[in-house]
């Protein structure tokens, strides 16, 4: 399994436009259309890397707890599906219900939204003040599959903790660290 940190995007970089097919609900979004009246949480992710199978109950849970206090999360899946047709749409649809998304999972089919986020893993995390300027990007915490360190999500949620409470959120973050996500090949 490889192992790929984030590229860590500048702060304050405002957050690219989008338009993608909602995988579970079949109708193309727009992230004006999904953004949250006070933060925005874009992850990365896909179906079958070990990285976000390992961090998907988190998410779940943090998803839960941060929407209701005006936080919306976002998914979305930029891998290559002809080399990786268990990343396809269809699936990413079951994965949603299966794993209980509370937040629409996008498909980028042409990966220009993951190249305009610099992502490079999944999982991928992002968090978005309310004018859509980037506050944090990096991990979740420092759980990974196998080094039996507790799943928390502490650095995104101290992150949005700190967005939510108007203090400013701290710049000393560390990467994600996940798969790579599989670029289409020309």
Not at 76 to 93: A, F, R, T
């Amino acid at each position: 399994m490889a192992r790929t940190p984030s590229n860590m995007l500048p702060l304050g970089t405002k957050a690219p436009p989008f338009e993608l097919l909602d995988t579970v609900s079949e109708a193309r979004v727009s992230l004006n259309d999904l953004k949250g009246e006070k933060g925005t949480v874009i992850m990365f992710i896909c179906n079958h890397c070990p990285f976000v199978i390992h961090v998907n109950p988190q998410i779940v849970e943090l998803a839960k707890e941060y929407q209701v206090r005006g936080i919306k999360f976002i998914a979305i899946s930029s891998n290559d599906v002809e080399n990786y047709p268990q990343d396809g749409p269809d699936l990413m649809k079951e994965k949603a219900k299966e794993e209980g998304y509370t937040f629409p999972y996008l498909y980028d089919e042409t990966q220009t939204v993951a190249k305009e986020y610099d992502a490079a893993c999944t999982p991928d995390f992002y968090l978005f003040d309310a004018g859509l300027k980037l506050v944090y990007r990096g991990q979740l915490d420092d759980s990974r599959p196998g080094n039996d360190v507790p799943l928390t999500g502490t650095d995104l949620k101290n992150a949005m903790e700190a967005l939510l409470n108007r203090n400013e959120v701290d710049p000393e973050q560390k990467p994600s660290l996940g798969c790579n996500i599989k670029w289409i090949i020309p």
